[in-house]
């Protein structure tokens, strides 16, 4: 809702710093590749029919580690920079051809021929090794619960990352917001990595691997989460020219139509890609507040918000260019460009001595908001055993801009108005990890990571005639915040394994100093600082039976909106405002795991939370004053116990994953020093169904149910939503066709109160979460034949080690 105006001479600066990080970057990394630059090149030709592939490896000679390892799919093939002299050269075309290998000596030489290599044709059934090899879907492993994507046919037709998240059990998405049952606070990674955008449509189902759900992150994690959603995409490059085209069309209240674009072009050496998305999007809001006041007067009003972004643009661009096996060197930029627009209508009603006020307002709201990314990234793996390092580099500069027109209705004390806000935002990252695997069954792990938040924001309102003088007052008093975070966090993980047990324990240390200025010039400033350790111990009671204990020290520091102490205006008798005296809040949590035959999975959790943390504590601006204030606040402390259990189970065709839970959360706060105390007990129910017909058609059902119970000071109702999907494979799975009814029952409402000391108060919101949407995707170029081929890369990998 912000925009920030920008000088030429600070654009120059930004691509200055920007140049100057990439030759920095250059100048570390190249000795790196000199270490590993080419010593011996062995190559030779392999007889194989046309459309044939197959994987070269070289071997240590003396203990068979993998040197190097790569795919071809023409007959000459060429391995460039072996350190060893003698070594051992294996070719594999699994389910086509049996294995070959020959010793390769070349004292003397830098390049050898090995000539033409004839491969025998495999007669092994097709059909046997495709069920021996098939992965499980789902699998509990490190304290994390696996969801295989690539290889679950109850996700093969779906064409979004938001289509394949609501397939997870204990998980609820809304508004681009990720929630894990049972947990306050989850932050979302994308191949371990915070996600620098929340446009989840920007992935295609296509591209993800792998969804890790983990409920008590270790040291390895931001120490903010107390839970982790880790989207894994797919990592080899679809060597060729490929392609996929997405459209999808839906109608709720209004019709929608989102169209996507995604190319590549990958060779041995490099990998280009882009990706361009247009999604103009038309919804409905309502909400219906109340508010009751001890002297008994009331104020109930209503809010029907229109919104409506005819204009959403994203765009990603990315090259990575691969000089050596062990080395990647990747750039990406993206960029995203939206300017929605907004009708509000806010009609207040005021009963006071059985006399009805009516105070309306229309407010026509326009945004522009501009994001600009760029990662500069290296990946160095040292051997096959797990030596790893990875370093990112990152820029975001994000700039928004709001304007509003109020228009008063229903009252002629007050005058129309204006508004205006603005923010500027850049943010820089760099962060580095180390993975060390030996033999004897020890995982080390060590990361440290540096990002520096500027955040420049103001909001202003045009003079008017205010009826209520002192809320008036308050926005003049404060009209914007400049907020300057910089933040150090590194950590160290070893994990041991022995036959039946493991033990995994490590520490995170983060530093974090906020700067808070706003615009009359009074400064606050704040450093936090302090240790996270975790611990995780598991035993393996049988070949069945595995559990896991863990604990972990977790914080969640105040958000840059809710440090902002600006006065926002939402109609006459409401506002919205900051609090820069804001503290931390700490958790300790503890988790236990049963899982039999590694995916049947039941977990108990406790976490206890220090100076929990709410956006939306309600208090009223003055003692006799039906104006009331939504702000951030710190609560004294809460209490949550969690118990769930999840089951999937697959007939033939018919699979569903079932999964129930059970939560008790405990809050206590003060009302003007007042103590209250809110608890409930709430219940979880998750079904999904899906059904495989002949002609390749496929059927899924989810519903989900969540009782009432407490979110912060508020207790809410509960609610249930049902989906649908039903889908078509066609031209061999190069194109696919998706029907889906989202939210068939209309029932995804929302409704929550609370009583204060001095206010009682309500809400109900209502939105058009139900619509149909008919999808085509389809997929050109070597896409759907090189998936396959790797998932056979990746088993032959492991068959050869």
């Not at 995203?336 to 209508?345: D, I, Q, S, W």
């Not at 108005?417 to 990890?433: G, P, Q």
């Not at 493991?502 to 936090?528: D, L």
């Not at 979880?684 to 912060?712: I, K």
Request: with cysteine.
């Amino acid at each position: 809702m912000f925009a920030a105006n920008k000088t030429e001479n600070s654009a120059a600066m930004t691509k200055e710093n920007f140049t100057k990080l990439v030759l920095v970057f250059t100048m570390v990394m190249y000795p790196l590749y000199e270490l590993c630059s080419q010593n011996v090149t062995v190559k030779g030709r392999v007889s194989i029919n046309a459309g044939d592939f197959y994987y070269v490896s070289v071997q240590a000679k003396k203990d068979s580690v993998i040197i190097d390892y790569r795919y071809f799919d023409a007959p000459d093939f060429i391995m460039e920079g072996i350190k060893q002299k003698n070594f051992i050269l294996r070719i594999s075309s699994p389910l086509l051809y049996k294995p070959y290998s020959q010793t390769v000596s070349c004292d003397s030489v830098a390049t050898v021929d090995v000539g033409l290599i004839q491969l025998e044709p495999d007669v092994m059934s097709l059909d046997e090794v495709t069920i021996v090899a098939t992965p499980p879907k789902l699998k509990f492993t490190e304290g994390k619960m696996v969801y295989n994507i690539q290889n679950n046919t109850d996700f093969k037709h779906l064409t979004s990352l938001d289509d394949v998240l609501r397939r997870i059990p204990f998980l609820s998405i809304s508004e681009n917001k990720i929630d894990v049952f049972g947990r306050k606070n989850t932050i979302i990674l994308v191949n371990g990595l915070p996600p620098k955008n929340t446009n989840w449509e920007l992935l295609s189902s296509d591209n993800i691997k792998e969804i890790e759900v983990i409920t008590n992150p270790s040291a390895e994690y931001n120490a903010s989460g107390m839970a982790v959603v880790n989207i894994i995409t797919r990592q080899a490059f679809i060597r060729g020219f490929n392609g996929q085209i997405t459209s999808t069309v839906s109608k709720g209240d209004f019709w929608r139509l989102e169209n996507s674009l995604q190319l590549g072009y990958a060779t041995d050496k490099f990998n280009i890609y882009g990706s361009a998305n247009y999604n103009p999007n038309k919804r409905n809001f309502i909400e219906k507040y109340g508010r009751d006041f001890p002297d008994g007067s009331q104020m109930y009003n209503t809010i029907i918000q229109k919104r409506n972004t005819a204009k959403n643009h994203n765009a990603v661009l990315g090259f990575d260019y691969i000089p050596h096996f062990r080395h990647i060197i990747g750039v990406q930029y993206q960029n995203f460009n939206t300017h929605p627009t907004r009708r509000t209508t806010n009609v207040n009603n005021l009963r006071t001595n059985s006399i009805t006020e009516t105070v309306g307002t229309n407010i026509d709201g326009d945004f522009k908001n501009f994001r600009n990314i760029y990662d500069l990234s290296y990946t160095f793996q040292v051997d096959s055993i797990g030596k790893k390092l990875s370093v990112n580099m990152g820029y975001v500069d994000y700039s928004s801009y709001e304007n509003n027109t109020i228009t008063v209705l229903h009252d002629s004390r007050n005058t129309d108005k204006s508004s205006c806000s603005e923010a500027d935002i850049t943010l820089y990252t760099v962060n580095a990890d180390y993975t060390h695997k030996t033999k004897q069954g020890i995982t080390g792990k060590a990361g440290v990571c540096f990002s520096r938040n500027k955040n420049n924001s103001y909001y202003n309102m045009q003079d008017g005639t205010e009826s209520y003088d002192s809320g008036k007052a308050a926005i003049e008093s404060y009209n914007g915040v400049d907020i300057n975070e910089d933040k150090f966090s590194g950590y160290v993980s070893l994990r041991r394994q022995w036959s039946d047990i493991h033990i995994t324990a490590g520490v995170r240390y983060e530093y974090v100093n906020y700067e808070n200025r706003n615009k009359q010039g009074e400064n606050y400033t704040k450093t936090y600082n302090d240790f996270f350790p975790s611990l995780e111990v598991g035993y393996k009671v049988n070949e069945r039976l595995q559990t896991n204990l863990s604990f972990s020290r977790k914080v969640l520091y105040p958000a840059f909106q809710d440090l902002d102490p600006s006065m926002h205006y939402v109609d006459p008798f409401t506002y919205y405002v900051g609090n820069m005296n804001l503290r931390p809040e700490y958790s300790y949590n503890i988790g236990l795991d049963f899982v039999y035959n590694k995916f049947v999975n039941v977990s108990l959790a406790y976490n206890k939370i220090q100076n929990p943390l709410t956006s939306f504590f309600v208090k009223r601006l003055e003692p006799d004053s039906p104006v009331c204030l939504a702000m951030a606040e710190n609560l004294d402390s809460q209490h949550i116990w969690t118990a769930s259990a999840s089951v999937p189970f697959q007939y033939k065709n018919w699979t569903m994953q079932n999964s129930v839970g059970v939560t008790f959360n405990s809050v206590t706060f003060r009302s003007e020093n007042i103590p209250m105390k809110r608890k409930r007990t709430m219940v979880y129910l998750y079904t999904s169904q899906g059904f495989r017909f002949p002609a390749d058609f496929n059927l899924f059902l989810t519903y989900q149910y969540n009782s009432a119970g407490v979110n912060g000071i508020f207790y809410h109702s509960g609610n249930h939503v049902m989906n649908c999907a039903l889908s078509k494979s066609l031209m061999k799975g190069q194109m696919v066709l998706s029907l889906k009814y989202d939210d068939m029952l209309n029932s995804r409402k929302q409704k929550v109160w609370t009583q204060m000391h001095d206010i009682g108060f309500s809400q109900e919101l209502d939105f058009d979460s139900s619509f149909i949407s008919l999808s085509i995707m389809f997929k050109f170029g070597k896409s759907k034949s090189s998936y396959q081929m790797k998932e056979n890369s990746k088993k032959e990998l492991q068959r050869i080690k």
